[in-house]
């Protein structure tokens, strides 16, 4: 996808195929949110079509496409950063390791399969190890004919500048804010209703970054409809309404902010009505609710929600796993 403030870049793309002289490495580079792996993601859609339209854009239909649109295309390499194996830590450091930039170049030294480009998208490629930016930069010194590499990064500086010199810079900015609003109202929030004061202020937030900008905005959307779900008994209404709206978000967010709720209800318990809690515009229900909690059963629901944390992984029938909760968490 090309954003509208994406279109300076793309026009350059253009004219780098347009004229022959796209080179075989590419660095992304921005702030966060600003959507540059969509524009890498685009870049290979472009290079791999059958049949890009007059400004390079892949078409859509071809083989090709229909691979890429299913994640499957062959000649596609996609590589972000990850938690080591058998990391038993909660929050584990996230890398992109030798072993897989060795595999990749192993992979981009092959043939293509459809006899086109091989092209490799790294996300974060800032999170390489030192080796695995080693072990990539003989590839990006002498890269097979037809490899294109894009290498994409919210933290230019953190990646060696023996990579960086190797490859041609894309530089991505912040839009004016009236792209960025304009590109909220239609495409980003698809509809709903937000006052322009108020996607001003996450513009801000975000440092201009639309994405970013969208992020809060709907995770503020989940969060304020948990907290609707959690004090629906107290206000007269039925939990039950909103299992079916919170399995549009993501639910291990969704969990972590019910934990919050629960540790507010504890430490009220444990500490008296002013004690320090997250939710403080709920501390008012929060105290009701305290007079008349079974601590056992508070425990017991913090490890329910724990263990469904632990899990999250699992699929599970998201629903009635927000019903349960909600259940337990009227009845405590
Ligand atoms: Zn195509």
Redo the contacts with the bound molecule.
């Keep these: 996808m090309i954003f509208p403030w994406q279109q300076t870049q793309w026009q350059q793309i253009d004219q780098l195929i347009s004229t022959g002289r796209l080179p075989h490495a590419m660095f992304l580079h921005g702030n966060e949110g600003l959507g540059k792996t969509d524009f890498a993601v685009s870049m290979a859609?472009s290079v791999l079509?059958?049949?890009?339209d007059e400004n390079h854009h892949?078409?859509?239909?071809?083989s090709?496409?229909h691979l890429l649109a299913a994640s499957t295309h062959p000649d596609l390499h996609y590589l972000k950063p990850t938690a080591k194996k058998n990391s038993t830590s909660k929050k584990p450091a996230l890398s992109i390791r030798i072993e897989e930039i060795r595999d990749l170049c192993e992979k981009l030294n092959q043939t293509s399969q459809f006899s086109g480009y091989r092209v490799a998208i790294l996300e974060q490629a800032d999170q390489m190890t030192l080796a695995a930016a080693n072990s990539l930069l003989k590839t990006l010194e002498e890269p097979g004919k037809g490899v294109l590499m894009l290498l994409v990064s919210a933290r230019a500086q953190r990646l060696p500048i023996t990579i960086r010199s190797r490859c041609q810079s894309l530089r991505f900015t912040v839009p004016d804010e009236a792209t960025a609003l304009n590109w909220l109202k239609t495409d980003g929030l698809k509809g709903e209703n937000y006052k322009d004061e108020q996607l001003q202020q996450s513009l801000r937030q975000a440092y201009g970054s639309p994405l970013a900008a969208l992020q809060q905005l709907e995770e503020a959307e989940q969060y304020q409809l948990l907290a609707e779900a959690m004090t629906a008994s107290l206000s007269g209404k039925n939990a039950l309404d909103y299992p079916a709206k919170l399995i549009r978000y993501n639910k291990v967010k969704i969990l972590e902010a019910m934990l919050n709720w629960v540790s507010d209800l504890s430490r009220i318990v444990a500490c008296g009505p002013e004690a320090s809690i997250v939710n403080e515009a709920h501390r008012s229900m929060l105290k009701i609710r305290s007079k008349k909690i079974d601590p056992l059963r508070l425990y017991r629901f913090q490890d329910q929600l724990n263990f469904n944390l632990r899990h999250s992984s699992i699929a599970v029938n998201e629903q009635l796993l927000w019903e349960n909760l909600l259940l337990s968490w009227d009845n405590l």
Excluded at 49 to 52: A, G, T, V
């Design positions: 859609a079509c059958k049949q890009p892949a078409c859509g239909v071809c090709s496409c």
